[in-house]
């Protein structure tokens, strides 16, 4: 059995009249890559916002390595790795400025090139976040969850817009992240993303969790009630077929 | 500390590569000033003298030329017909004609003046001018001795050039538009963009952001005086008569005063598009309104009374006094001015807390 870093229990948060998060529970493994799923407007973000100490909670308890993130907020800050969905950067600053300034709030960090070097970026140390593609950019914003060397990274849609060469790119810098002994919180709309990257998913909707298990598990529970699909699945699909005749090499 | 130097830093440097802030806020106000220092305003009112005489007057005409021009190069004579001199005068192009005619019952000469009215008050002093250059002429011919014997000295004064008016008014400008742009261009487009947020993500502290801000804007405010300063000292010979310690304070007060009215205005507007919308008018408003260009001596009495308390004209007078009339800290209107900025400062401070947002309104 795996280390049980992060227990969230019984969360609420209500904006006026929309009850955003409703009364989840759940708990993230060491090492392991969690899924939260859901369309727009389930509550995946307000319930990430609430783990990273971005926002208040209303109700219930959320503890990453036994710190009380709502009490503690600014610890949370400082160990944790946080992506958040289409956040922009400084104009001015060019990409090694940025990231070395965001190294300096915190009280270790690691060298810029290094980070940069990990999300292929090393040739843009000097260029300016502008001149960076969809795809490059969001690799910028991983390589800025990486500046204190965190243990738990949280990204909120980092494939959301990006291209097929883009996505897959993405997901080989998750995995290598994994394997460097992280745990990842990931939200997406891609169910074929959480598929491959997710060990285990918590589906979310109006603010509830619906189930929560490895995507293996849940597969097969529909299966067993006899579900079916409607169209036999071919081996391959269009976007097989896009990647094959396009490449599986990054165009920036 | 270390993360309050770094943060100054990058701020700066920022300043530095966004052109559209280093034009507004360094180079437009020095375009300004050589503008305004170029073109002479004060000159646009006419000293134009109209003399029309006939034949018999010609005489008398020409001595009171030649006594007018004995004064001084300050009025222009211009010789014509009596309609072509009238004409000139109904299209505000003479200050005062005067006519040199012959009564042919008395003999007598007649002197008729004109004066402008839009003028009147320059036009009734060269009309005494004139009146003691002919008592003059008189006596000379009767051959009467004068009583009195008046002799005039000039004393020298401080002589108030249109540029060295000018420089503290665009200097206060500048201070205003880099308070107002400085936080708009940051704070407001930092929160639109989520940058505010994804910074707040890290362990740096609220306080250490506003702080740098302010830092850095604050630096910022006083290298643009020191600029200004020095090109119009080059470029202009301008001089400083006061205290330049009492120049900077003013100027850093002063920005602080512009820096807390863009929090205040930032806290009112969502977006950077609104916040330029409300600063725009206001910006406009003050920068006619304040001394800035012109003396506020020729708004109407209702809004000269107004005007003497906005922010800018506390600061433009302030670095007024102190610049072109050394006015120190003992003097009424440097307290006046200190004291002005000071209370607004407080106000928009006051504001600011109440209506300020870290977070994008959604």
């Given amino acids: ?252 | 500390m270390n993360i309050l130097l770094k943060l100054t830093k990058a701020n700066i440097k920022m300043y530095f590569r966004d052109r559209a802030a280093l034009i507004w806020t360094l180079f437009f106000p020095f375009v300004i000033i050589s503008i305004f220092g170029v073109l002479d305003f004060a000159k646009y009112s006419t000293s134009k003298i109209g003399l029309a005489y006939t034949e018999e007057t010609e005489e008398y005409a020409k001595g009171v030329k030649t006594a007018l021009e004995n004064i001084g190069d300050y009025y222009k004579i211009e010789e014509g017909s009596i309609e072509d001199e009238k004409k000139a005068l109904t299209d505000d192009d003479r200050l005062i004609v005067l006519e040199f005619t012959t009564n042919q019952e008395t003999k007598k000469l007649d002197v008729t003046a004109y004066l402008n009215k839009s003028n009147e008050q320059s036009a009734q002093s060269v009309f005494l001018i004139i009146q003691k250059v002919l008592s003059d002429f008189e006596l000379q011919m009767n051959q009467v001795e004068p009583i009195f014997n008046i002799e005039s000295e000039v004393i020298n004064v401080f002589e108030l050039r249109n540029i060295d008016y000018l420089v503290p008014g665009v200097i206060a400008m500048s201070l205003m538009q880099g308070g107002l742009f400085g936080v708009v261009g940051t704070i407001v487009t930092f929160r639109e963009k989520g940058i505010l947020k994804r910074l707040f993500a890290t362990p740096l502290s609220k306080g250490n952001f506003l702080i740098s801000q302010i830092l850095s804007r604050l630096l910022i405010s006083i290298l643009q005086v020191i600029i200004l300063l020095i090109s119009s000292y080059l470029v202009f010979q301008i001089k400083i008569v006061g205290s330049l310690i009492l120049v900077a304070l003013t100027a850093i007060l002063g920005s602080l005063v512009f820096l807390a009215m863009g929090f205040t205005i930032s806290g009112i507007a969502k977006t950077t598009e609104s916040a330029r919308a409300i600063m725009m008018p206001i910006q406009m408003l003050l920068m006619f309104t304040s001394g800035v260009y012109f003396s506020r001596e020729v708004l109407p009495n209702w809004l000269f009374d107004i005007t003497a308390y906005t922010p800018l004209t506390y600061l433009a007078d302030g670095l007024r006094d102190i610049m072109t009339r050394g006015h120190n800290l003992s003097d009424r209107y440097i307290q006046t001015a200190l004291l002005g900025l000071t209370i607004w400062f407080l106000i928009f401070v006051a504001i600011a807390i109440k209506t300020f947002k870290w977070e994008k309104k959604s």
């Fill in chain 1, 1 to 252: 059995m795996k280390k049980k870093i992060i227990k969230v229990k019984n969360l609420s948060k209500k904006y006026a009249d929309l009850q955003a998060v409703d009364h989840i529970s759940f708990e993230v493994h060491e090492n392991e890559i969690f899924g939260i799923l859901g369309p727009n407007g389930a509550g995946k973000t307000t319930t990430i916002e609430m783990m990273e100490g971005l926002r208040t909670i209303d109700s219930g308890d959320i503890k990453i390595y036994k710190i009380d993130i709502d009490r503690n907020p600014e610890k949370a800050k400082e160990i944790l790795g946080i992506q958040l969905q289409d956040s922009e950067y400084f104009d001015y600053l060019n990409l090694c400025e940025i990231l070395k300034l965001f190294g300096s709030f915190y009280s270790k960090s690691v060298d810029p090139k290094e980070i940069l070097n990990k999300v292929q970026l090393s040739t843009k140390g000097k260029s300016f976040v502008k001149e960076l593609s969809g795809g490059q950019k969001q690799r910028l914003s991983i390589a800025l969850t990486l500046m204190n060397d965190p243990k738990i990274l949280f990204l909120d849609e980092p494939t959301t817009g990006l291209d097929p060469q883009a996505r897959r790119m993405m997901w080989e810098l998750i995995e290598k992240l994994r394997h460097e002994n992280r745990t990842i919180i990931l939200t997406t709309h891609y169910m074929e993303e959480a598929e491959l990257l997710c060990d285990r998913v918590a589906i979310m909707d109006e603010g509830k969790i619906l189930e929560k298990d490895t995507p293996d598990n849940l597969i097969n529970k529909l299966l067993k009630k006899g579900f079916k699909k409607d169209i036999q699945v071919k081996e391959a699909n269009l976007e097989d077929v896009f990647i094959d005749l396009t490449g599986k090499q990054l165009r920036d």
